[in-house]
């Protein structure tokens, strides 16, 4: 007797895929928060835990239907406004309201304004107070302070007059290909890395002209672009060829702000 043909491999669980794993995390903080915590009388004898699926629905203005389909982890089409009426609803911390845009894939319309004048003064002082270069970069990786270390090893980028964008100056300024060891290995990494920390606000206006000034500008970061390589931004050995020290070695470190992470501090220490 032949054995029948195997069926073709079942689907992932349920529980495996991004919508049933945001729709647990919605039910589970949905249980915790009681009635009484949202101003709502405690009402009769309750078979579950916190409140019901309709009361929520009715703090976020959304149909009771479409609230339950995200629970139950279904292939629902949830707004960024939706998430966040869900998120005020549910009383979650900044940390959990981060959490849950995360697993919804969506940007947070609350998140800060990109802009510089917006940045803590005191993390655009704390540069001044570290003994090697040290600077912060925004969203577009436009340094928005730094120490005399840093101005003095960054020759036509933080020194003098320049464009402060340290994209535009890997890329298109000749003192970069100059100061850089081994250019080309560090232009691709920093290509991949801003495509990763970027992805979250693409479409902003000036992360759009940037990208798209580069694209046309320098033949090095279109290719590297165009090659969809993606990458953390790490740490590690940086080597300078610095036209007055000759060879320098730094190790690199960045730190990301609390409440603040589309913006980085990056401290270089000499090995």
């Given at each position: 007797m032949s054995t029948p043909p195997s069926a073709d491999p079942s689907p992932p669980p349920l529980d495996a895929t991004p919508a049933r794993?945001?729709?647990d995390f919605i039910r589970a903080h949905r249980e915790r928060l009681s009635p009484q915590a949202v101003g709502l009388p405690p009402g009769p004898r309750r078979r579950t835990p916190g409140l019901r699926r309709e009361e929520v629905a009715q703090l976020c203005g959304v149909s009771p239907t479409w609230y339950t389909w995200i629970e139950q982890g279904r292939e629902v089409?949830?707004?960024a406004d939706a998430l966040a009426r869900?998120?005020?609803?549910?009383q979650l911390s900044r940390a959990e309201r981060a959490y849950l845009f995360e697993l919804a894939a969506q940007r947070d319309p609350a998140e800060p304004d990109p802009a510089a004048a917006d940045a803590p003064a005191t993390l655009l002082e704390t540069v001044q107070l570290v003994s090697t270069p040290a600077y912060v970069l925004d969203r577009q990786w436009n340094a928005l302070a730094w120490n005399a270390q840093a101005?003095?090893?960054f020759v036509g980028w933080l020194d003098g007059t320049h464009d402060?964008?340290?994209l535009r100056f890997t890329f298109t300024e000749p003192a970069a290909r100059a100061l850089i060891v081994d250019w080309e290995t560090r232009a691709r990494r920093l290509?991949?890395?801003f495509r990763a920390?970027?992805?979250?606000h693409l479409n902003d206006a000036p992360t759009r002209g940037l990208i798209d000034t580069l694209t046309s500008t320098s033949d090095a970061f279109a290719r590297f672009w165009a090659s969809q390589d993606v990458g953390e931004r790490e740490g590690g050995r940086r080597e300078f060829n610095h036209p007055r020290d000759g060879y320098v070695v730094y190790d690199q470190i960045t730190f990301k702000p609390a409440h603040r992470e589309d913006l980085k501090l990056v401290v270089l220490v000499r090995e």
């Open positions: 794993a945001l729709g089409s949830a707004s869900i998120a005020v609803a549910l101005a003095d090893l402060r964008n340290l290509a991949a890395e920390d970027s992805i979250r």
